[in-house]
C-alpha cells in the first residue's frame, strides 16, 4: 500500500513561504538518507537559504543526501554553516523537558 503524498500547504497572498515563518537560526535535520526518500529535501534546504541568512544547519548523520551543504563555497555565497557529527561519532542528542 502506498500511502498518499500532501502537496504544499497554501499560502496567503504576501506572506513568506516555508520556514520563514519560523524565527530560528539553527536547524536540526536528522535524517539518513536511506529508504529511498533522500531526506532532508534540497528543496527544503534551499527555502531556508534564500529567506533567512546566517543560519547553522546542523545534521545528525553524514551522508549522501545531505553532504553538499559541507561546501564552503556555497557556504559562503549563501551565507550559512553546516555541522555534522565527527567520523565514527554519534550525532545530537535532544534533551526535551
Not at 513561504?17 to 534546504?45: M, Q, V, W
Not at 529567506?51 to 551522508?63: A, C, E
Request: hydrophobic share 30%; net charge positive; charged share 30%.
Amino acid at each position: 500500500m502506498r500511502r498518499a503524498r500532501a502537496g504544499p500547504a497554501p499560502v496567503a497572498p504576501g506572506r513568506p513561504k516555508g520556514p520563514k515563518l519560523l524565527d530560528c537560526r539553527n536547524f536540526l535535520f536528522s535524517a539518513d538518507g536511506s529508504h529511498g526518500y533522500n531526506h532532508p529535501h534540497p528543496e527544503t534546504i534551499a527555502r531556508i537559504l534564500t529567506t533567512q541568512k546566517g543560519v547553522r544547519l546542523h545534521f545528525n548523520y553524514r551522508s549522501k543526501a545531505n553532504e553538499i551543504w559541507d561546501d564552503s563555497d556555497l557556504q559562503r555565497e549563501w551565507d550559512y554553516e553546516a555541522f555534522y557529527p565527527s567520523e565514527g561519532r554519534a550525532g545530537y542528542r535532544l534533551a526535551v523537558r
